[in-house]
């Protein structure tokens, strides 16, 4: 059973901004029903994932109201690089924010 997490285009942004190294970068791409995340590096495009959007909450801004679910679907090379840290990190923002 994988784990999967439902973030808005907003927190995702902050997570992979944080995930950055110098010489990387990610791009976050909305579309009706998916978002494309993008990772650059020093020579051009590193990876590139799709997420469906499963929600979008009313009168709120398209960042912070479009959820998506993150799922590692393959394990693959992308895996180490990408989704390893990417749950470090969403696990650690899951346990330390309070519930409503």
Known sequence: MELCYLVSISILQQVLQSQAESDTYYSLV???????????????????FAFP?????????????TMMLLVATQRSREYESFWV??????LHCCSTTPLA
């Open 30 to 48: 909305a579309h009706d029903d998916t978002v494309t995340v993008i990772h650059y590096g020093p020579t051009g495009l590193i990876d590139q």
């Open 53 to 65: 959007v499963v929600y979008r909450i009313d009168d709120v801004p398209e960042d912070e109201g």
């Open 85 to 90: 840290p990417l749950e470090s990190k969403l």
